[in-house]
């Protein structure tokens, strides 16, 4: 579960410094500090928020934890949050960048740095492992949530079919199943169905109530809530 909000949306100036440290410990994949820091640390959202932002996220155009730095800094504060998460997540780690592919230019032919590679490869793949799992845990346990993530783990992860196209299938066909369960749910009084065994024990209780010749239960068998 997680911590109670902050009390008040964060400031230009906190955006920019939190997406820097961000941008500069994701190294392998910045998503699971992203949401480490967004949900666990600073407490903007919760699971269910941040996995909707990062579904938005993903349905646009360009990298996704930069979608998400624009709609959170512009979320809290405006466009000048926006432009601060935006360079905080880009500028530091930029320069950090090309420091480290000067070097690798350098030392891209030792052992040591291939292994070093390789063991990153697999510590990233762990962590957007996790992050994933979080995330799957935080949506609605329903049936309608378990075709959609399965039908899209086997179509990209096993099937390996493009992601435009899977995306082009994925995203009507759940709007339509959303908009077949709200209209289901609203033509249910309160949204909520009666269950099955409700039913059977209200009608097991009305055959054991006993009765008169008339169908009316005898005044010395009812209850006092039924005599109110």
């Known amino acids: 579960m997680n911590s109670p909000r902050e009390p008040f949306p964060p400031p230009a100036g906190r955006l920019f410094t939190e997406f820097s440290r961000m941008g500069l410990s994701g190294f392998g994949g910045v998503m699971p500090f992203v949401r480490r820091a967004i949900v666990e640390r600073n407490r903007w959202m919760d699971d269910r928020e941040f996995a909707e932002l990062f579904s938005i996220a993903q349905v646009l155009p360009g990298p996704n934890?930069?979608?998400?730095?624009?709609?959170?800094?512009?979320?809290?504060?405006?466009?000048?949050?926006?432009?601060c998460a935006f360079s905080g997540l880009v500028l530091v780690p930029m320069v950090l960048i090309l420091v480290i592919a000067s070097v690798y230019a350098h030392y891209s032919n030792l052992a040591f740095v291939r292994h070093m590679l390789q063991g990153m490869m697999a510590v990233s793949a762990g962590l957007v492992l996790a992050t994933g799992i979080r995330m799957a845990l935080a949506q609605p346990r329903t049936v309608r949530a378990a075709i959609m993530g399965g039908g899209a783990l086997l179509a990209i992860g096993i099937l390996r079919?493009?992601?435009?196209?899977?995306?082009?299938?994925?995203?009507?066909?759940?709007?339509?199943?959303?908009?077949?369960?709200?209209?289901?749910?609203a033509r249910t009084p309160l949204g909520v169905a009666v269950p099955p065994s409700a039913v059977r024990q209200d009608a097991a209780a009305a055959e054991l109530e006993p009765q008169t010749e008339d169908g009316t239960v005898p005044d010395a068998m009812r209850s006092p809530k039924d005599s109110a």
Do not use: D, F
């Open 65 to 83: 934890v930069v979608n998400i730095s624009l709609m959170l800094g512009y979320r809290y504060a405006g466009l000048r949050g926006a432009v």
């Open 161 to 185: 079919l493009p992601l435009v196209s899977v995306m082009a299938v994925m995203i009507p066909t759940g709007i339509a199943m959303e908009a077949w369960a709200m209209r289901r749910a």
